[in-house]
């Protein structure tokens, strides 16, 4: 439709007039008259659409300020006619009286709110004035609740009542809840009446109830005790948040509650004869509950936690690594120790400390601490793992198993020289496997996997590949056998079971190659396989290990037959006395030519042990050049197979000193190889630099000493590898 | 099928005394005019305190089922009535200025704001001054 041609129906639509005095007072006098009636409670007689519709006729008519400033006028009167009321009332009653005139107040001014409806639309928003319930609540607070005999009685009376509460009374918290309630209705954006007549009030007389309250109830109670009535005493005041005040109180109230409570007394509740360090000590998990929850609420708490848990663990820590703690040369109970303090550890983060993961990473690096404060901890971990797997993980089940190994690997981790771990794991394996004695593969392979989970593939790689030539050996030994008893070889020979590892070099802990006289039969056995295995694998070159060689024969002692178990070297020994009576040790030795040390401790374990095969000449445990051996025609024993121990000694020193120069010198070269590494791709650094460098990239494997590394390059400039420049010394080249 | 959009369900409500509580006398004419206080209530703010407001006389009496409008024509209200209930604008230029009368007194804004857009777009020089005069001053009021 078009707006042409229209006539606008003018006479409905006139502009509205302003209205003459007459209509105004008549107008004004209506709403007079029900605000009054509002006022005293009459307005269930009151038509909402009548008097809508006389204010909408004089705001309409131009006479919104009129109106406007008439109301102020009409409701301050009023509320100061309240005031004047409910300050005669007596303290019994005051509150009770003052609720519910307010409750009345607010009814009506609600009521007024409707009425007014149009006047908040059309006048008082355009002139940016207060809408008229603001406005009642404006002249409540300025009449009534400011009003001297009421304002200061009024918040007396509100704190008393909480105090009562605090003191375990019962008071009426409906009441409280509206009155405090009240505090905030007649609160505005501008004005934060109940921030600053009740909230500050109230915090301060907190802060101090629970400053005399505190002070008293710790000097008289344990740590736990006081803990406890604090966590009770912040729950009441969040039920009281919750109850009749605030939300917004909340934080602040909890905060003023725990500075009181904790703050104050932090110190006292750290070191008190009941604390936290004697909570650790204690193992009182839950106690110490209850302490992280409460002082991680507080500023610095947390900190001041993990200071006292980290210096016990450190003390703790240093005082289960002494090697004083080690009794008859076994570390097992080191070990035991570590794993259980570490476990402790574990035990009470998850307990106490809800697994926070900065407590767990302040706990590692205590373990870290005190793990590598005893330089031969890596071996007795291997040597504590060589025990255990000995035995098969004896009596315990698989799940057991499984977690003994994830214990003994999380020292491992904190382990800052893992080379040395891999060392002597290494080696202590090489003995397990070459004992000869029945061990559990899959335990050992299951272990290993755990190792190449914490410390990476290459950290295995060796030892995987002295499973693989176990393996490999078994197979080759089948086609020995079978390659004997066809090629006819063994008819000019005695027949013997013969067993070869064949080991490769660089899997196994490198021994020295040791010579000895093996007799014509073993000789000839060897050089047969020696022809057999070249023939199968041209080019490469075997190198014979007697020491770690065992054997098990059969001999017949007085009128008996045992079969005895021993090693390659007893086995020479013996040997010698299928042809004569007695023999000396030097002539032994020369017999052998096994060296003397290891002879001597053959010879030891077959004379000296619980099994006595030969009889020495003199007493003692030495054995000199001239002690005269003989086969002891006496030896009894109920069982038909019979073990020829080494002396009991699972690590010796010179096998231990082996080891270590081994691992000093995989470490110098390492140190060289990272040097030369590092300078190839930067060409020229600084000495810090550089060093900086090294630590970082090996700092996987081990700590390296700065003056190794020092020593590394000094060596590495003499090798021409390296320059120093001419007026900056302190500055190196790399020479391609 | 299609599922019916509400406003057409609930235009077959309009001034349909079907479950109708409330009756309007509107108009010189006194026409009779149908309504439901819940849609209308849901509009304006007056309406909702009129049939809904325990405070007051109306609904403490229970007794309001006839309001009387002496000052809107009947097509005017109607279509006031059909915002109410549809959300649709239907004004015609001979109730344009009516209907934006009675959206300001029954506080209606957003009707009101949608029928001075409608009067203020389709005006031009041939329209009445008068019109552009009453609609600027209630767009004043607002």
């Not at chain 1, 007079?32 to 809508?52: G, K, P, T, W």
């Not at chain 1, 006479?63 to 004047?84: F, N, P, S, V």
């Not at chain 1, 008082?124 to 400011?146: D, G, H, I, N, T």
């Not at chain 1, 307990?351 to 767990?360: D, H, I, Q, T, Y």
Request: net charge positive.
């Amino acid at each position: 439709m078009s707006w042409e041609n229209i006539s606008i129906p003018v006479k409905i639509l006139k502009p509205p007039k302003e209205l003459e005095k007459p209509q105004v007072d008549r107008l004004w006098g209506l709403i007079r008259d029900a605000v009054e009636e509002i006022h005293q409670m009459n307005a269930s007689s009151l038509s909402f659409e009548e008097i809508y519709w006389t204010c909408y006729s004089l705001v309409i008519g131009g006479k919104g300020d009129l109106l406007y400033e008439r109301l102020i006028q009409i409701i301050g009167q009023h509320a100061t006619k309240q005031a004047d009321m409910i300050s005669k009332i007596s303290d019994e009653y005051f509150l009770v009286i003052l609720n519910a005139k307010w409750q009345q107040f607010k009814l009506q001014h609600l009521m007024m709110q409707d009425i007014f409806m149009y006047l908040d639309q059309f006048y008082a928003k355009k002139k940016q004035k207060s809408p008229v319930f603001q406005l009642s609540m404006q002249q409540w607070r300025e009449k009534v609740l400011l009003q001297e005999n009421i304002k200061d009685r009024l918040l007396k009376m509100l704190l008393g009542l909480i105090h009562m509460e605090r003191n375990s009374e019962v008071i009426d918290r409906v009441l409280m809840k509206s009155l405090i309630q009240m505090y905030l209705e007649v609160s505005n954006k501008e004005l934060d009446f109940y921030t600053t007549e009740f909230e500050e009030k109230f915090l301060l007389t907190s802060a101090r109830f629970y400053h005399v309250e505190s002070q008293d109830f710790i000097s008289s109670n344990t740590c736990g005790t006081y803990l406890k009535k604090v966590s009770l005493r912040l729950k009441e005041e969040s039920f009281r948040v919750a109850h009749y005040l605030s939300k917004s109180t909340g934080p602040k109230l909890l905060k003023a509650c725990e500075d009181e409570n904790l703050k104050e007394h932090a110190k006292t509740l750290l070191s008190m004869e009941s604390g936290c360090l004697e909570m650790i000590k204690r193992n009182k998990s839950d106690d110490l509950k209850l302490f992280y929850e409460l002082f991680t609420r507080i500023e610095g708490g947390q900190d001041s936690i993990i200071e006292v848990l980290v210096d016990f663990v450190k003390a703790q820590g240093e005082s289960v690594v002494k090697e004083e703690t080690i009794k008859e040369k076994d570390p097992s109970d080191l070990i035991s120790n570590v794993i259980g303090l570490r476990d402790r550890c574990e035990i009470l983060l998850k307990k106490s400390f809800g697994n926070s993961p900065v407590l767990a990473k302040s706990i590692n690096d205590a373990c870290v601490y005190f793990i590598n404060l005893n330089d031969r901890l890596p071996e007795y971990l291997c040597s504590y793992l060589d025990r255990k797997l000995r035995m098969a993980f004896k009596g315990m089940s698989e799940e057991e198993t499984n977690l003994a190994m994830v214990r003994v690997l999380q020292i491992v981790r904190f382990l800052k020289n893992k080379d040395v771990f891999k060392k002597f794991y290494e080696h202590f394996l090489a003995k397990r496997l070459l004992s000869g004695r029945a061990i559990s593969e899959e335990l050992e392979r299951l272990m290993i996997s755990k190792i190449k989970q914490a410390c990476g593939q290459q950290f295995t790689s060796k030892m995987e590949g002295m499973f693989l030539d176990m393996k490999l050996s078994n197979e080759t030994i089948d086609g020995f056998k079978n390659y004997l008893s066809t090629s006819g070889s063994l008819e000019k020979l005695p027949s013997v079971d013969v067993n070869v590892r064949v080991l490769t070099q660089g899997f196994w802990p490198t021994l020295p190659a040791q010579k000895a006289l093996l007799g014509e039969v073993l000789n000839s056995y060897c050089n047969i396989f020696t022809e057999y295995y070249l023939s199968a694998h041209n080019g490469r070159k075997l190198l014979w290990q007697y020491n770690i060689g065992t054997a098990e024969i059969q001999a017949q002692i007085g009128s008996r037959k045992y079969i005895l178990v021993m090693s390659t070297y007893q086995l020479l020994a013996l040997l010698l006395f299928n042809s004569t009576e007695k023999l000396s040790f030097k002539t032994i030795l020369q017999s052998t030519q096994i060296p003397a040390y290891d002879l001597m401790r053959a010879l030891q374990a077959m004379s000296l042990g619980k099994i006595k095969i030969l009889k020495k000449s003199s007493r003692g445990k030495e054995i000199n050049d001239d002690d005269i051996f003989t086969i002891n025609r006496k030896f009894r024993s109920k069982l038909r197979r019979v073990k020829i121990l080494a002396v009991l000694k699972s690590e010796t020193e010179p096998e231990r000193n082996r080891t270590r120069e081994k691992i000093d010198e995989d470490r110098r070269l390492l140190i060289d190889a990272a040097i030369v590494r590092t300078m190839k791709a930067r060409k020229v650094l600084m000495h810090n630099d550089l060093i900086i460098e090294v630590t970082k990239q090996l700092n996987s494997r081990f700590t390296p000493k700065t003056s190794l590394i020092k020593m590394r390059i000094e060596n590495l400039i003499d090798r021409d590898y390296l320059e120093r420049f001419e007026n900056e010394r302190r500055k190196y080249k790399y020479k391609a | 099928m299609g599922i019916t959009p509400i406003d057409q369900k609930l235009k077959t409500l309009l001034n349909n005394p079907e479950m109708a509580d409330v009756q309007f006398i509107v108009g010189k004419e006194r026409i009779e005019i149908y309504g439901h206080k819940l849609l209308l209530s849901v509009s304006s703010p007056i309406w909702k305190t009129m049939f809904y407001s325990s405070k007051w006389k109306e609904v403490n009496n229970k007794m309001i089922s006839k309001v009387e409008i002496p000052d809107i024509d009947p097509e005017s209200f109607l279509s006031i009535l059909e915002f109410a209930y549809t959300r649709k604008i239907k004004i015609t230029p001979k109730t344009a200025l009516n209907v934006l009368h009675a959206a300001d007194k029954f506080l209606m804004k957003e009707l009101k704001e949608a029928t001075l857009n409608h009067i203020l777009k389709n005006l031009n020089n041939r329209t009445s001054l008068n019109t552009y005069e009453r609609a600027l001053d209630l767009k004043e009021h607002q």
